[in-house]
């Protein structure tokens, strides 16, 4: 059969701003190398070095991003379906925000990413992807219009909080996870404030919130206050509404 016309056959990989293809792809990733214990003193001599990537990783977002508008930043699986409830939600949760005076960001990624920078585009809003290099190559979706790639996972959070007025959080998995508990300890600790946190579906999220309930909070691991850092919605409109809302729009 062969492969249809504009299928890739080849492995590619994207390394911070420099795409490797074929046989001039390295193995593991650049946060792997820096967090890998193993080895021999070498890292003695090279991390120093290390910094230097991580400071023009910081100056090249700051720099692509500083004169966004208002912006949310919407998370959600990369194994969304195209043509599933979900994806459709994300679509109308990026014109949503568009047409409420705010640009949208994402991971940048497919799925969920893909369909609400999507909504944004169609809306005619600014569109917005933060890549992340991983082992399995992903790319930054066609309905991006401002991409950055980052190397390292904890610059582009810094990113994903830094340029955000609140978060959208639609059904995900670890690294949707990893998000929303990031951004719920910053608002929990003081460290962002008037951030607003909407996780939309409610059958999705329903267990987590049971489980900090009847557990974290329970157990008195949180207080019952920490539980008013977030809304759970089904619906759009009102998901706008809160981040209108408290972001002051």
């Known amino acids: 059969m062969g492969n249809p016309e504009g299928a890739r056959s080849f492995e590619e990989r994207r390394q911070g701003p ?18 890998d214990t193993e080895g021999d003193s070498e890292w003695v001599h090279t991390d120093p070095w290390r910094v230097m990537r991580i400071q023009s990783e910081f100056v090249e977002g700051f720099g692509a991003l500083a004169e966004l508008p208002s912006a949310i930043s919407v998370f959600g699986s990369a194994r969304t379906p195209v043509d599933t409830p979900e994806y459709e939600a994300g679509i109308r949760i990026g014109k949503a925000l568009v047409d409420a005076g705010f640009a949208v960001i994402t991971g940048g990624g497919p799925g969920a990413m893909e369909a609400a920078n999507r909504g944004a585009r169609e809306a005619k809003g600014i569109s917005v992807g933060l890549g992340i290099e991983l082992p399995f190559e992903q790319g930054i979706n066609q309905h991006v219009d401002i991409g950055v790639n980052f190397r390292y996972f904890f610059v582009r959070k810094t990113m994903f909080v ?8 639609l059904p995900g998995g670890l690294g949707t996870l990893d998000e929303l508990f990031e ?20 059958e999705y999220w329903s267990g987590l919130v049971d489980w900090l ?29 809160l981040v209108t809302k408290e972001t002051g729009l």
């Open 18 to 35: 420099v795409l490797r293809r074929r046989e001039q792809v390295q193995p593991g990733t650049t946060d792997q190398r820096l967090l």
């Open 162 to 169: 830094k340029y955000a007025s609140g978060f959208v959080v």
């Open 183 to 202: 951004a719920l300890t910053l608002v929990q600790t003081g460290k962002v404030t008037r951030f607003p946190i909407v996780l939309f579906g409610t």
């Open 213 to 241: 309930r009847n557990t974290v909070v329970a157990q008195g691991k949180a207080s019952e206050r920490d539980l008013l850092l977030f809304h759970v919605t089904d619906d759009v409109d009102e998901a706008v509404s």
